[in-house]
Structure formats: C-alpha cells, structure tokens
C-alpha cells in the first residue's frame, strides 16, 4: 500500500504539472503554436526549439503545451457535464424506484448496449466535426455508465438504518439525497470520474486524429499525432512527443484510480468488520 501511495502522489503531481501547463500555456509557451516557418521544418533541437519544429515549422514544446490546455481540459469539462447528467438520471432512478425505475433503467440498457465509440462517431457524423459537437458526443454516450453506478449506490445506502430514521423525523426526499446519500456515494465517483477522464482523453485525441474532433490548425494531441503520420520517419519527435504526453497523462490517471479504488476497498473491508 506504500508503494501505491507513493504512485498515487507522483501520478496526481503529473496530472496537476498537466493542468497547470494548460492554465499558463499563454505564460509558459516560448512561440506561436500555429506561426509557421517553412524553412525551419522538421527541424531538431536547438535553443529557439527546445523540441525542435513539425512539418511546417511550427514550435513542437508550444504545440504540446497548448495541446495540453484543448485534449485535459476537454476532457475534464466533458466529465464533468457526463457527471452531471448520469448522477442526476441515477439518483432519480434509485430514489423513486418502482416504474419509472424500470422505465429509466431501460434507456440506459439501451444506451450501454451500444459501443462507445460508434456512438460518439455516429453522432459526430450527425452533428459535424467541432469542439461543440464532441463535447455533446461524449456525453451521449458515456451518461449511462455513470447513471447505473450511482443507481446502485442510491438503492444500497437508501435501504440503511439512518435513511429510515431520517425519513421517521420528517427529512424531505431532497435533504436526505444532500445530507445522507451523495456524501456515501462520493468516493465510488471519484474512482469512476477518474478512469472516464483518462478513457474520454483518448477519445478526443481519437477523433482528432481522425478529424472528427477539433480541426487543424488546433493544437491538440490527436491532430500532432495525424500530422506526424507521414514525416515521423524523418523526424521521429513529431510523433513520439504528443504520444508520450498522452500516454503519461493516461498513466497518472489510471494510476490515480486504482490507488481510489483500493483505498474504496480497504473502507469497505473495515466496515465490514466493525
């Protein structure tokens, strides 16, 4: 558990290095992303590139660190906007039960038996490409997971001893949610917004790179990535470096998860217990 919670702290100061280059990318980038030089393409390392330039002579280290601030905060924003509709579809759904209950839980089969990413392209396709239409894409297509979660949760805390005495004192049904429910349901969230943002990341960089997502010249991983496809053999940084930042960021969330998650499991072992 030492180990994991020394990965934990390293993983979540990654993911806070990410977050602050993408607030100070205005502060901390040295050019441009999108000033073009043509006769610095491809160009190595040096003191004005400290990564060296794309294919049109575009400052690399600028690109990644304004590709941070679109492919995070994308991805956090759409999280955020999935948490809201799924939690919201949940705990409705667990805190009424009965018909409307099966009628909801209905839906979101529905939802969770199609594959997310042909949903998202499907969508895409419908909408056009754009920062907007992704936004609404992801959360298209990810509300139900989190829906059925704090379902769950909702069904399992509500039947407890302390719900019923706060029902017994007279606790309206929105009280009760407030002060009792989410607090209880807290922790399994953060574990499930912590593997989504990871899994909607590679979404975005995803239909980026396929150009469903944002759209050159935008700096963001995906479209480096699609831009490096076929000048990586004559410069491979082009292609390694947007890579690495979206595996790196990827592994610090997993990483970050995993250490909630066991922590969520050693909770409800001593629970247990007592």
């Known amino acids: 558990m030492k180990k994991k919670r020394v ?11 990410f977050l602050f280059v993408g607030v100070a990318a205005d502060l901390i980038a040295p050019w441009d992303p999108n000033a073009v030089d043509m006769a610095n393409s491809l160009a190595g390392p040096s003191r004005a590139h400290w990564l060296g330039t794309d294919h049109l002579g575009r400052d690399l280290l600028s690109r990644l660190i304004y590709g ?9 924003f759409a999280t955020g906007c999935t948490l809201l509709v799924g939690m919201t579809i949940g705990l409705v759904s667990g805190w009424l039960g009965g018909w409307p209950d099966q009628l909801i839980q209905s839906v979101v089969n ?4 199609i594959p997310s990413t042909a ?7 419908l909408l056009g490409p754009g920062m907007r239409s992704l936004l609404i894409a992801i959360v298209v297509s ?3 997971g989190f829906s059925r979660i704090v379902r769950n949760q909702v069904l399992e805390v509500r039947e407890q001893h302390y719900i019923e005495g706060a029902r017994a004192m007279g606790a309206g049904g929105l009280y009760i949610v407030r002060r009792h429910i989410l607090p209880n349901i807290l922790l399994p969230l953060l574990v499930l917004i912590a593997t989504r943002i990871g899994s909607t990341v590679l979404t975005v960089a995803a239909m980026s790179y396929l150009g469903l997502g944002l759209r050159a010249p935008a700096s963001d991983w995906g479209i480096m990535i699609n831009d490096a496809k076929l000048y990586y053999i004559r410069y491979f940084p082009v292609l390694l470096a947007p890579a690495a930042c979206l595996t790196l960021f990827c592994l610090s969330i997993n990483l970050i998860a ?3 998650r ?5 909770d409800d072992g001593a629970a247990r217990m007592l």
């Open 119 to 125: 949903f998202v392209v499907a969508v895409l396709g």
């Open 68 to 76: 941070s601030r679109s492919s995070v905060f994308i991805a956090f």
């Open 7 to 17: 990965m934990f702290i390293l993983a979540l100061a990654v993911l806070l290095a």
């Open 110 to 113: 529905i939802f969770q038996g």
């Open 258 to 260: 995993d250490y909630l």
């Open 262 to 266: 066991d922590r969520l499991d050693h």
């Open 142 to 144: 990810s509300w139900a």
